[in-house]
C-alpha cells in the first residue's frame, strides 16, 4: 500500500469546455453538453487551463480504479459532445433484412442502453436460433470516427 498522492491529467481538445463542480462534471462542446452526477467525493477533479485533473489523496488500488473509470467516462464525455454516439441495428423480419441507427446522442451510455433495450425486447426464446433468425442485432457502435 503505497501513500503517495494519485493524479491523472486528462487534455481538454480543442472546442470543448469542462466545469467541474463539487455536485457534478459538465462537458460542452459543438455537438451538445453533456452531465454526470459525481459520485465519489474521495476524488478531486478540478480543470487547470487545458487539462483535467484527477487526484486523490492516496495512491491505492481502489483509488487507481475508480480514477480511471472517472478518466475513462470523462474521455467518452468529450467524445460525445464532438461527434454523436450512435449504434446501428440489423433488424431481420422473415428474409428481408434491414438495417436501422438508433437515435445519435452525446451521451455514450444513453445511445448504448437504448440499443441494447431493443435487442433485448425483441429477442425469440424457445425457438432454434439456427432456424429462427428474427430478431434485431447490433451490428455496429461509437461515433463516426471510430467506424
Not at 474521495?42 to 486523490?56: P, R, S, T, W, Y
Amino acid at each position: 500500500m503505497s501513500t503517495d498522492q494519485l493524479v491523472m491529467e486528462i487534455p481538454i481538445p480543442e472546442g470543448v469546455q469542462v466545469e467541474a463542480t463539487p455536485e457534478k462534471i459538465v462537458v460542452k462542446g459543438a455537438q451538445g453538453q453533456v452531465e454526470r452526477r459525481r459520485i465519489n467525493p474521495g476524488m478531486k477533479i478540478e480543470v487547470k487551463g487545458k487539462v483535467v485533473v484527477i487526484a486523490a489523496a492516496r495512491n491505492s488500488r481502489r483509488e487507481r480504479k475508480v480514477a480511471g473509470t472517472l478518466q475513462a467516462h470523462i474521455k467518452n464525455m468529450m467524445a460525445g459532445v464532438r461527434e454523436k454516439y450512435r449504434y446501428t441495428l440489423r433488424i431481420c423480419s422473415g428474409h428481408f433484412p434491414m438495417n436501422v441507427t438508433s437515435s445519435r446522442t452525446d451521451d455514450k451510455e444513453v445511445a448504448g442502453q437504448t440499443a441494447a433495450s431493443i435487442e433485448q425486447l425483441c429477442r425469440i426464446t424457445n425457438r432454434d436460433r439456427r432456424i429462427f433468425q428474427d430478431g434485431i442485432w447490433i451490428v455496429n457502435k461509437g461515433t463516426r470516427r471510430q467506424e
